[in-house]
């Protein structure tokens, strides 16, 4: 609906921006919740590794912890940029004594994250966020070089990502 000059969207359209900003919003803060819980396993993961063999690894994820703080910080302005407050509670994290099972733990937690923000382009794309979207491109790039890094430590190929609308 047009009144003067500017366009004034209808009321149903509005309702569902609405309905789609907070769907995007609730999306988000599980994903922040994801990387504080990467923050943490990287934290902890890269200084209970023992051995020669895990110890270029161990260093790698240090550097990871330190990446996984700048998405949630993004993340973070974004949630309070959509009007949302961002969650203070991290994912669970896993704890092993085998190495190979910490790093697999990580994998699949990067596995989960990439799937899960590749949808959240979608869906902020679906309502115009279209600066968010580039913002999770850009994460999506390291955490794809992060997958990589994990699949090598454990001498797998990288586990492909699969999601909903593939």
Same mark, same amino acid.
């Given at each position: ?14 309702? +569902?921006?609405? +309905?789609?900003?907070? %769907? ?12 504080? /819980? ?7 993961? %890269? ?8 110890? %270029? ?20 302005? /974004? ?25 697999? @733990? ?26 968010? %979207? ?9 955490? /794809?070089?992060? +997958? ?14 699969? @999601?909903?609308?593939?």
């Amino acid at each position: 609906m047009r009144e003067g000059n500017t366009f004034m969207p209808d009321t149903k359209d509005a309702t +569902q921006i609405d +309905q789609a900003v907070k %769907s995007l919003i609730d999306a988000l803060n599980e994903d922040l919740a994801r990387e504080y /819980q990467a923050i943490i396993a990287y934290t902890v993961y %890269s200084n209970v590794l023992k051995g020669a063999q895990w110890m %270029s690894i161990a260093a790698e994820l240090k550097k990871h912890a330190g990446e996984e703080l700048q998405h949630a910080l993004i993340i973070a302005d /974004q949630i309070d940029y959509l009007g949302g407050m961002p969650t203070t509670k991290p994912k669970e994290v896993k704890t092993s004594e085998k190495p190979e099972d910490m790093i697999r @733990f990580d994998l699949d937690n990067e596995t989960e994250t990439i799937r899960n923000y590749r949808e959240r382009v979608k869906q902020a794309e679906a309502i115009g966020h279209y600066a968010l %979207s580039e913002r999770l491109r850009k994460i999506i790039g390291q955490e /794809q070089e992060h +997958q990589h890094d994990l699949a090598t430590a454990l001498g797998i190929d990288v586990p492909k990502v699969q @999601f909903e609308g593939a």
